[in-house]
T-cell receptor
Framework: AQKITQTQPGMFVQEKEAVTLDCTYD???????LFWYKQPSSGEMIFLIY??????QNATEGRYSLNFQKARKSANLVISASQLGDSAMYFC?????????????FGSGTQLTVLP | NAGVTQTPKFQVLKTGQSMTLQCAQD?????MYWYRQDPGMGLRLIYY???????DKGEVPNGYNVSRLNKREFSLRLESAAPSQTSVYFC??????????????FGQGTRLTVV
């Protein structure tokens, strides 16, 4: 079984500053993927970034980077130069990388508010 | 690009009524999923279909049935709705096996209220 823990129910950040959203995970799968999704108040789920368990480099996508520490089982999301539009709920998720499906297990989310 | 389309977007049911949530994807994905999202919680997997003709239970399957009608469509049925099934339902699709970096694409969600 896989488990995702997000311990920050809410976070505040000043516009243009960087913020780190925490995510720890637990799994017995030898190969897995870690994902971050953004859910704005409108409700849709927007994919942000992916990290494979065997990837040597931390993933980056524009202002998003994933700080992957395999030994600590953590996959924190770093958002640089925060913008007002980054205010949203952020979910960390993981899936096995073996088998015929990639069903996701989600954390409970972190509500990020960017202050002007 | 339509992506993943869910219908309806909103629905109010009385306890004991039945309904089917429809989902269709136009990305030629093999796998499809149904999740529910309750306030203050992340999404939880109800059922999934790894490929056309197969379905499997997820974390919270009780009270639901699914049908993978064809490669494009994956429906979720509530046979006898209960207030505990009040939630936002998301359908998603993906194409695992083609590449490891296979994010799931989500529909807009269906907000269901059971009174």
């Amino acid at each position: 079984a896989q488990k995702i823990t997000q311990t920050q129910p809410g976070m505040f950040v000043q516009e243009k500053e960087a913020v780190t959203l925490d995510c720890t995970y637990d799994t017995s799968d030898p190969s897995y993927g870690l994902f971050w999704y953004k859910q704005p108040s409108s409700g849709e789920m927007i994919f942000l970034i992916y990290q494979g368990s065997y990837d040597q480099q931390n993933a980056t996508e524009g202002r998003y980077s994933l700080n992957f520490q395999k030994a600590r089982k953590s996959a924190n999301l770093v958002i640089s130069a925060s913008q007002l539009g980054d205010s949203a709920m952020y979910f960390c998720a993981m899936s096995p990388n073996m088998g015929s499906a990639r069903q996701l297990t989600f954390g409970s989310g972190t509500q990020l508010t960017v202050l002007p | 690009n339509a992506g993943v389309t869910q219908t309806p977007k909103f629905q109010v049911l009385k306890t004991g009524q039945s309904m089917t949530l429809q989902c269709a994807q136009d990305m030629n994905h093999n796998s499809m999923y149904w999740y529910r999202q309750d306030p203050g919680m992340g999404l939880r997997l109800i059922y999934y279909s790894a490929s056309e003709g197969t379905t499997d239970k997820g974390e919270v399957p009780n009270g639901y049935n699914v049908s993978r009608l064809n490669k494009r469509e994956f429906s979720l049925r509530l046979e006898s709705a209960a207030p505990s099934q009040t939630s936002v339902y998301f359908c998603a699709s993906g194409n695992p096996g083609r590449t490891l970096n296979t994010e799931a694409f989500f529909g807009q969600g269906t907000r269901l209220t059971v009174v």
